[in-house]
């Protein structure tokens, strides 16, 4: 072999031994980063039953209490309703309303005026439990209505008297009938061992993050009207983020203790009204109506479904998903829908100021 073969040979091992050892490994082909999805879960936070307010590491204990109370000219100002934690405004006979208001959060020494019940009550106090405070029926066909609410009624009866009489007493500041009291406090310490009452509307902690507050219209003032123009008059006030209550005169609709009556959350609901033992009643178990929810001073249409008798009414939109209201106090009318039949109940309607604008919507 010639110097030059062997040359050339080294030459070309050393050029290959120097390929081979600048190779460089196959690039694998890219992989997509994909992000995982992270589902965004809410955690549920325990909190008051009848306020929506977080109770943290608190629990809570003993039942609720609700009061059948007057409101008329006659029984106002009411003793004990502006501690109310939720209250509910119906249409009665002869075009007047009644409150029934609901206590948990604090229970005053005194309420009143005490009235009697309605068809209707049975439906708005079975899905809360504990302890039900009326002051007799207009027949007795009615206290059959309410008895099978199977709660822990505390009727004041003339006629038959009642085991928790003592409770009841009359005040010195209104006449007969509309100075009728309980001693709420003392009452319900006596049905302590009763439960708490399950939580019955939807909440966002955050109030911004209210369904009103993300999606509703604005709602500075807004009157609902029941049959014979008997009115419910909210403003909202940016001082205390809550609607405020007047009557009808422009004057504040006060407690007895010169509290003005106020809610976080004001509820509409349009129930239709029918006869029930010559009574004009609401039927609200088994149906599922417009509503309305205003919170931080807006508003927003949406449905009510209390299609389930005994389970707390649920407020929810047009597919189905909840409604939340903001933690507070909450103040739920019921306004005669449109196709109300009762005699002497004609159909409510709403008006509503929207930054500056009046709106008006017919049940």
């Given at each position: 072999?010639?110097?030059?073969?062997?040359?050339?040979?080294?030459?070309?091992?050393?050029?290959?031994?120097?390929?081979?050892?600048?190779?460089?490994?196959?690039?694998?082909?890219?992989?997509?980063?994909?992000?995982?999805?992270?589902?965004?879960?809410?955690?549920?936070?325990?909190?008051?039953?009848?306020?929506?307010?977080?109770?943290?590491?608190?629990?809570?204990?003993?039942?609720?209490?609700?009061?059948?109370?007057?409101?008329?000219?006659?029984?106002?100002?009411?003793?004990?309703?502006?501690?109310?934690?939720?209250?509910?405004?119906?249409?009665?006979?002869?075009?007047?309303?009644?409150?029934?208001?609901?206590?948990?959060?604090?229970?005053?020494?005194?309420?009143?005026?005490?009235?009697?019940?309605?068809?209707?009550?049975?439906?708005?106090?079975?899905?809360?439990?504990?302890?039900?405070?009326?002051?007799?029926?207009?027949?007795?066909?009615?206290?059959?209505?309410?008895?099978?609410?199977?709660?822990?009624?505390?009727?004041?009866?003339?006629?038959?008297?009642?085991?928790?009489?003592?409770?009841?007493?009359?005040?010195?500041?209104?006449?007969?009938?509309?100075?009728?009291?309980?001693?709420?406090?003392?009452?319900?310490?006596?049905?302590?061992?009763?439960?708490?009452?399950?939580?019955?509307?939807?909440?966002?902690?955050d109030p911004a993050e209210a369904s009103a507050m993300l999606s509703g219209e604005a709602a500075e003032e807004i009157v609902v009207v029941f049959?014979?123009?008997?009115?419910?008059?909210?403003?909202?006030?940016?001082?205390?983020?809550?609607?405020?209550?007047?009557?009808?005169?422009?004057?504040?609709?006060?407690?007895?203790?010169?509290?003005?009556?106020?809610?976080?959350?004001?509820?509409?609901?349009?129930?239709?009204?029918?006869?029930?033992?010559?009574?004009?009643?609401?039927?609200?178990?088994?149906?599922?109506?417009?509503?309305?929810?205003?919170?931080?001073?807006?508003?927003?249409?949406?449905?009510?479904?209390?299609?389930?008798?005994?389970?707390?009414?649920?407020?929810?939109?047009?597919?189905?998903?909840?409604?939340?209201?903001?933690?507070?106090?909450?103040?739920?009318?019921?306004?005669?829908?449109?196709?109300?039949?009762?005699?002497?109940?004609?159909?409510?309607?709403?008006?509503?100021?929207?930054?500056?604008?009046?709106?008006?919507?017919?049940?």
């Amino acid at each position: 072999m010639s110097i030059w073969s062997r040359a050339s040979f080294a030459s070309l091992s050393i050029s290959a031994l120097l390929l081979a050892g600048c190779a460089v490994a196959p690039t694998p082909e890219p992989v997509d980063q994909v992000e995982a999805e992270v589902e965004q879960v809410e955690i549920e936070v325990p909190r008051h039953p009848l306020t929506g307010v977080e109770l943290g590491t608190a629990s809570l204990s003993g039942p609720s209490l609700a009061v059948k109370i007057d409101n008329t000219s006659s029984g106002r100002p009411q003793v004990g309703i502006a501690a109310a934690d939720l209250v509910f405004e119906e249409l009665v006979e002869g075009g007047v309303t009644r409150f029934l208001a609901v206590f948990e959060t604090v229970i005053p020494d005194e309420v009143g005026p005490v009235r009697s019940g309605r068809p209707q009550d049975a439906d708005l106090v079975k899905p809360f439990g504990g302890v039900f405070v009326f002051s007799g029926v207009g027949n007795s066909n009615v206290r059959e209505i309410i008895r099978g609410t199977g709660l822990q009624l505390v009727e004041h009866d003339t006629s038959g008297g009642t085991p928790d009489g003592e409770f009841f007493f009359r005040s010195n500041i209104k006449p007969a009938p509309w100075n009728l009291h309980i001693q709420a406090a003392d009452l319900i310490a006596s049905y302590s061992n009763l439960e708490a009452p399950v939580q019955q509307f939807q909440y966002k902690s955050d109030p911004a993050e209210a369904s009103a507050m993300l999606s509703g219209e604005a709602a500075e003032e807004i009157v609902v009207v029941f049959s014979k123009e008997i009115e419910s008059i909210w403003k909202w006030d940016v001082a205390t983020n809550t609607y405020l209550k007047f009557l009808s005169n422009g004057s504040p609709h006060n407690d007895a203790d010169g509290t003005q009556i106020s809610a976080s959350n004001i509820v509409i609901l349009t129930p239709n009204y029918t006869d029930i033992e010559g009574l004009p009643s609401a039927q609200i178990a088994g149906t599922t109506e417009t509503a309305y929810v205003a919170t931080g001073g807006k508003i927003l249409q949406g449905l009510f479904d209390a299609s389930a008798y005994g389970e707390p009414i649920a407020l929810i939109d047009g597919e189905g998903n909840p409604l939340y209201l903001t933690p507070g106090k909450t103040f739920v009318l019921l306004p005669p829908g449109a196709s109300s039949n009762a005699g002497g109940v004609t159909p409510g309607l709403m008006t509503y100021l929207s930054n500056g604008e009046t709106q008006s919507r017919s049940f």
